[in-house]
């Protein structure tokens, strides 16, 4: 085989390799193991973008990666809502906070708090935010796959089983579960027990699979 026939084998190989790469783009596909890392747009009121959230599965939970911008100087309360619908302007679409384990808000609180309760981030003097926290409460892992594994919700099964009501999960919830999931950011900070204290919603982001 001369250089010119490897030359073309070779090409026909790469042309192959790329209509494979091309169906895998186009093809909506959840994550299903860690490593694989969500963009969440992030977007105001009147829906321009104030950045994007990173978020990406671990071996322990899920990191979160804020890049913000255009936002309040100051503390902003940072969660989890439970439906992944973000209209403008009050984004009051995206529900209450995810609270799969039916708990209180806020770390405060001495029982059970909601999975969708997070650190505040805070925006610096120029609009601008660079945020990293960890969770080993949620998963990007499709809710499916959490419940076959036996992890997620099996603080609600638990809760039925009687005795050990008062016991929770210690494995995430998953952010793609059947209503979706959103990122919120508030006008204020969250004080990590009123549920009220963060204020209006300022920003929304849908998590949703890649697609
Ligand atoms: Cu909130």
Redo the contacts with the bound molecule.
């Keep these: 085989m001369g250089v010119r026939s490897s030359f073309i084998a070779a090409a026909l190989l790469l042309s192959a390799s790329s209509v494979v790469l091309a169906q895998q783009t186009t093809a909506p596909q959840l994550p299903t193991r860690p490593g694989q890392t969500l963009t969440v747009d992030m977007r105001d009121a009147k829906n321009n973008l104030v950045g994007t959230v990173q978020v990406r599965p671990t071996a322990h939970g899920t990191l979160f990666t804020a890049n913000l911008m255009n936002l309040q100087p100051g503390g902003h309360?940072?969660?989890?809502?439970e439906r992944g619908v973000c209209d403008p302007p009050d984004f009051k679409s995206?529900g209450?906070?995810f609270n799969p384990n039916q708990g209180e808000h806020g770390f405060d609180h001495r029982g059970k708090y909601h999975a969708?309760d997070l650190p505040n981030v805070y925006v610096t003097a120029q609009g601008t935010a660079m945020v990293e926290f960890h969770t080993d409460r949620l998963t990007v892992l499709p809710a499916q796959t959490v419940a076959q594994t036996g992890a997620g919700m099996s603080g609600q099964q638990t809760a039925g089983q009687g005795d050990a009501g008062t016991q929770e999960s210690m494995e995430p919830y998953s952010l793609l579960g059947p209503n979706g999931t959103a990122i919120?950011?508030?006008a204020n900070p969250?004080d990590y027990s009123d549920v009220n204290s963060?204020g209006p919603?300022i920003a929304c982001g849908v998590i949703k699979p890649p697609s």
């Design positions: 309360g940072f969660h989890i809502h995206a209450g906070h969708g919120v950011i508030h969250d963060a919603r």
